[in-house]
């Protein structure tokens, strides 16, 4: 077995994003002195959310047991307290969940229970305890989720990093992995500047290109990354809502039906909806962010279930929501609405795991391989869900870290690399 000094770092994280941050602020709390190393291609700390993000989601419409249920009710809280400890902008504005017509009514019910289940905090409401919430908008029934608002999730990234720093981690910004060798007594990595980092555990937190990292290390992940463009309108008149508004959501459709969110900066963000970036993938560049290599954009055309529910609705030739059917769709909670109290707002980015058979990943998705643990999908509820999901990575590279006899020292502060 190597020694100790052989090794570099004991856990090291590829992919500073928010996923990568939190496993390693949760690595230098679980077992201090666990010497972490991140590395980041980028020149600095970024958050994928983008400028459409920042939505802290409840976990209502999770199935009960799953990780996205449990890590998105627990993150949204610890989530909550975490800004209000550090200074992140944060405001719980609860969530209002909206039927508009009789058919919805047994799935708000549903909702009901499940909440419950969830030990979330649920109030059923008629049309005029709707109006105390959100007085413009319409509906026969709804729930209001006490949880659940928006946040600076760049901020809270932001501090992660530097808790990293703190507590002793490193952080290396513009080093892109190239290679991943295991070996016997850990995993090699080596970086685009031909630099080699030693490790006895290797997390992949490479967000849309986990898939890829997981190959470089000799890992089948069993999913394959498929980038899906994200479109979404504001409202022009942003007064009408004051803060989550979402309509029932229909599972027989991979989108949740008109949502209505009021971002830290006021603005009404209608959506997203979200198609596969395939005819437009070219064009995807979302914040400035994600560029895809050739080989997920290329492959973006075999999500099978993506396209049957494009042909769902009144979609453009692209498979993006005609402005049309949006502001229809937003007339039943909001009456009034038209194309024109719509403006495109921009566009962002996600990848969807899915998996041989064309079926979409959609619970969280971590595997577990010699000195190496992959988070290999993280859903859109990922940046609310982060740090129990980041304790959860921490946990399994420590245990991956133990099989090879190390145990974290008790008292030590080394950086790496
Ligand atoms: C448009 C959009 C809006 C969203 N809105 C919300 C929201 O409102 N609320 C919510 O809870 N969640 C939201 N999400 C979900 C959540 O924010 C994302 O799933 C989450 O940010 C993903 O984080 P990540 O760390 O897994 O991935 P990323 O943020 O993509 O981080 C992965 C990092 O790995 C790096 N990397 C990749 N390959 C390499 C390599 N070879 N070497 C070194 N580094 C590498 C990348 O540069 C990147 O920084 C949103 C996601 C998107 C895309």
């Avoid at 769902?312 to 937003?330: K, N």
Wanted: aromatic share 4%; charged share 25%; with cysteine.
């Amino acid at each position: 077995m190597a020694t100790h000094a052989a090794y570099d770092c004991d856990v090291l994280v590829i992919g500073g994003g928010i996923v990568g941050l939190s496993s390693a602020y949760a690595l230098t709390r679980t077992a201090p002195g666990t010497r972490v190393t991140v590395l980041e291609k980028e020149h600095g700390p970024r958050h994928r959310s983008g400028p459409g993000g920042g939505m802290v989601h409840t976990g209502i419409r999770h199935a009960p047991g799953s990780l996205q249920a449990r890590w998105t009710v627990r993150g949204a809280a610890e989530l909550a307290a975490f800004c209000a400890e550090h200074g992140i902008t944060h405001t719980v504005t609860g969530k209002l969940i909206v039927a508009t017509a009789g058919t919805e009514l047994p799935r708000l019910h549903g909702l009901v229970q499940r909440g419950r289940a969830h030990g979330l905090p649920v109030r059923e409401l008629g049309p005029a305890q709707i109006a105390e919430y959100e007085p413009r908008v319409r509906g026969l029934a709804a729930i209001r989720v006490g949880t659940g608002g928006v946040c600076d999730f760049a901020g809270v990234a932001a501090r992660l990093a530097a808790e990293v720093g703190d507590a002793g981690g490193r952080i290396r910004y513009g080093a892109e992995v190239v290679t991943v060798d295991r070996r016997p007594w850990g995993v090699a990595v080596r970086t685009s500047d031909g630099r080699v980092v030693r490790a006895r555990t290797l997390v992949n937190c490479a967000g849309p290109h986990s898939d890829r990292i997981a190959r470089l290390a000799g890992d089948d992940p069993g999913v394959r990354n498929v980038l899906l463009r994200e479109t979404s309108y504001e409202l022009t008149a942003p007064d009408q809502v004051r803060g989550l508004v979402h309509q029932v959501p229909d599972p027989a459709l991979r989108h949740p039906g008109a949502r209505l969110t009021r971002g830290l900066d006021g603005v009404v963000r209608v959506g997203p909806a979200a198609v596969p970036a395939r005819a437009e993938a070219g064009s995807v560049r979302p914040a400035g962010r994600l560029r895809e290599p050739a080989s997920v954009l290329g492959r973006a055309g075999s999500w099978p279930g993506a396209l049957r529910h494009r042909r769902q609705e009144g979609q453009e030739a692209h498979g993006a929501p005609a402005r049309r059917a949006v502001a229809r769709a937003v007339r039943r909670l909001l009456p009034g609405v038209t194309e024109d109290d719509l403006r495109p707002y921009p566009s962002g980015a996600r990848t969807q795991a899915v998996l041989r058979d064309g079926t979409p990943v959609d619970d969280f998705l971590l595997r577990d391989a010699p000195h190496a643990v992959h988070v290999l999908h993280a859903p859109a509820t990922a940046a609310t869900a982060s740090l129990p999901l980041g304790r959860e990575v921490a946990r399994r590279a420590l245990l991956r870290a133990r099989a090879t006899g190390w145990r974290p020292p008790a008292v030590e502060s080394g950086h790496c690399v």
